[in-house]
C-alpha cells in the first residue's frame, strides 16, 4: 500500500485551519476547500484534527463498521455534559446505549409509530386551524411554526405530554429552556477545547435551563409511575421494558435523558426538513403542482389515512430530495478502530476523527450525474431511490448508531406535507427570496417566509 499524506490547505501555529472558516456559513468555505483539494482533506483546529469526507467513494470507506465507528466529539460531547450516555451522546460500545437500544429498536419500530398516526394528525391540525384563522395575509415563519409541530408531535407521541405550543404566545417555557441550551452547546463548541474545560459547566443561566427541563420531566415521569397503562407509548416501554439479553431496564435518570434527547433531537431535524420542503416547493412551481396533484387524487377531502401512506411517492421523493440538497443534521463523524489507509493510499491513524459532509456527498456528480445541484424529486422515485449505491443518501446517519427515530420523522413529515397542501395554496412572502441557511448545530433557511391560503370547499 502506498502511502501519501491527505491533502491539506496551509496553516498558522496554533490556530490551524481555524482562521479559513467563513464564520456565519462555514459550509461555504468547506466548498471551496472541497474544489481545490479534493474528496478527502484535513483540516485542523485548535484541540482537534479531522479528515473532511466529500464523496461516496470515501464515505463507504469510514462508514464501514469494521473499521470505523461513531464519534461523540464538537456539539455532540457538549450536549453529553447534560444528557450523559443517553442513545444520541453514548460512546462507542458504552453499556447503557446496547441495553436502550435493544429496548427501544421495537418502541421505535412500525406498528408503534402507526399507533401514533391519530396523535400526529391531532398536533397537525392545530397548526392548520391557526393558519385558516390567521388568514391568507399573515406572513408565516416556517421555522417557529414547524419547530411547534415537531416539538408537540414528539412530546405527544412519545411520552403523552402536550406542550400546547399553538395555543401560547410564544413556543412556551421547555421550546424556549431547550433552545436557550443548544445555543449555549453552540457557543461553547466554537470554543477551544482548554478554554471549555477551564470554564466548566457552570453558568448558573445554563444550570437553570437543565433543571427546569428536568424538573418537567420529572413530572412526566412521576406522574406516568402511577398511571401505568394509561397510553402505550415509549415512555411505558422505557418505564416496564426489559433489556432481553440482560434482563435490565432503565432507570428513571436515563429514561429522562433519553427523553430530552428525542425532543432535541426530534424538533429541528424534522422542523428543517418541512421549512426546506416549502422552499423547494415554492421555488419549483412544477414539483409544487405535481405534489398537490398527487394529494388531491389520492385524498381528495378525506383526512390522510396510513393506507395512504404507499400511494404518495411523490410527496416520499420531494422529502428525499428535500434532505439530499438540505440535509438537516449537516454532518457525521466516525472514528477509526485502527490504523489504516483510505483509498489504499491515504494513512489514517487509529482514533483519527473523520466528519461526512452531507451536502457535499450527497451532490457528488458520479452518484447524481451533472444536475447533482437541481431539485429534482423524480430522481428519487420509480425504483431509482431503492437502486442508489450504497451510502449514497445518508441524511439518517449510518448502521447501528443510525437516527432511530427516523419513522416517526417520515411519518410525521408525510402528514404535515399532505394536510398542509390539501387545506392551503401557498405563495412566498417575497417572490425573490433566494435561500439563506442557517448552519448551526441544524440546518435551517433564513428570513424565509410564506402565506398560506385556505383553499375553498376543503374543510
Ligand atoms: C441519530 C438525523 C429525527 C432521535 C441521528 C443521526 C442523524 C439523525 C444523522 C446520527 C447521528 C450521529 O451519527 O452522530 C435525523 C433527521 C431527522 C431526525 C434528519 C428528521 C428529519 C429524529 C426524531 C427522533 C430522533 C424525530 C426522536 C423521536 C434520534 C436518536 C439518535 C438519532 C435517539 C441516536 C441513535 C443512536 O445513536 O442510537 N438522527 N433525525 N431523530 N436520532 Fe435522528
Known amino acids: 500500500e502506498g502511502q501519501e499524506s491527505i491533502p491539506e490547505p496551509p496553516k498558522w501555529p496554533v490556530l490551524g485551519h481555524a482562521l479559513l472558516m467563513d464564520r456565519e456559513n462555514p ?19 485548535p484541540g482537534i484534527n479531522m479528515v473532511i469526507i466529500n464523496s461516496n467513494e470515501f464515505a463507504r470507506e469510514v462508514y464501514d463498521e469494521q473499521r470505523f465507528h461513531k464519534a461523540v466529539a464538537g456539539p455532540l460531547e457538549e450536549l453529553r455534559g447534560f444528557v450523559k450516555d443517553a442513545l444520541f451522546t453514548a460512546y462507542h460500545g458504552e453499556r447503557n446505549w446496547a441495553i436502550a437500544h435493544r429496548i427501544l429498536m421495537p418502541a421505535f419500530g412500525p406498528s408503534v409509530i402507526k399507533s401514533m398516526w391519530s396523535d400526529m394528525f391531532d398536533i397537525c391540525s392545530q397548526m392548520c386551524l391557526k393558519w385558516e384563522r390567521f388568514g391568507a395575509d399573515v406572513p408565516i415563519n416556517p421555522n417557529e411554526n414547524f419547530t411547534q409541530l415537531a416539538f408537540d408531535t414528539v412530546a405527544l407521541c412519545t411520552m403523552g405530554y402536550r406542550n400546547n405550543s399553538f ?20 457557543e461553547r463548541t466554537q470554543l477551544p477545547k482548554v478554554v471549555r474545560l477551564l470554564k466548566g459547566h457552570t453558568d448558573a443561566k445554563y444550570q437553570k435551563c437543565q433543571d427546569d427541563m428536568n424538573v418537567l420531566i420529572d413530572k412526566v415521569i412521576a406522574t406516568r409511575r402511577k398511571n401505568r397503562g394509561v397510553r402505550r407509548d415509549l415512555l411505558e416501554l422505557m418505564l416496564y421494558g426489559r433489556d432481553p439479553k440482560t434482563n435490565e431496564g432503565l432507570t428513571d435518570e436515563n429514561i429522562r435523558a433519553q427523553l430530552i434527547t428525542f ?42 389515512m396510513p393506507e395512504h401512506l404507499s400511494k404518495l411517492p411523490y410527496v416520499t421523493a420531494v422529502l ?43 451532490r457528488d456528480p458520479k452518484v447524481w450525474g451533472d444536475d447533482a445541484e437541481e431539485f429534482k424529486p423524480e430522481r428519487m422515485m420509480d425504483g431509482k431511490f431503492e437502486a442508489l449505491p450504497p451510502k ?22 408525510i402528514i404535515a406535507v399532505a394536510t398542509m397542501f390539501q387545506r392551503f395554496d401557498f405563495r412566498l412572502n417575497d417572490p425573490d427570496y433566494s435561500l439563506v441557511i442557517n448552519q448551526n448545530l441544524s440546518l435551517k433557511p433564513v428570513n424565509f417566509f410564506f402565506h398560506a391560503i385556505p383553499r375553498s370547499g376543503i374543510p
Not at 292 to 303: A, K, T, Y
Not at 334 to 360: H, N
Open 27 to 45: 459550509s461555504n468555505t468547506l466548498l471551496q476547500l472541497h474544489h481545490q483539494y479534493g474528496d478527502v482533506y484535513r483540516l485542523q483546529f
Open 167 to 186: 395555543y401560547q404566545e410564544n413556543t412556551g417555557s421547555f421550546i424556549s429552556a431547550m433552545q436557550t441550551f443548544m445555543g449555549y452547546v453552540e
Open 263 to 304: 425532543l432535541v433531537a426530534g424538533h429541528e431535524t424534522t422542523s428543517g426538513l418541512l421549512s426546506f420542503v416549502m422552499y423547494y416547493l415554492l421555488k419549483h412551481p412544477d414539483a409544487y403542482r405535481k405534489l398537490q396533484e398527487e394529494v388531491d387524487s389520492v385524498l381528495g377531502r378525506d383526512p390522510i
Open 320 to 362: 428525499r430530495e428535500s434532505l439530499r440538497l438540505s440535509p438537516t443534521v449537516p454532518l457525521n463523524l466516525v472514528q477509526a478502530f485502527e490504523d489504516t489507509f483510505l483509498a489504499r493510499r491515504y494513512f489514517v491513524p487509529k482514533g483519527q476523527i473523520c466528519v461526512i459532509q452531507f451536502s457535499r456527498l450527497h
Open 392 to 413: 449514497a443518501w445518508m441524511p439518517f446517519g449510518n448502521g447501528s448508531r443510525a437516527c432511530i427515530g427516523r419513522a416517526l420523522a417520515w411519518q410525521e413529515a
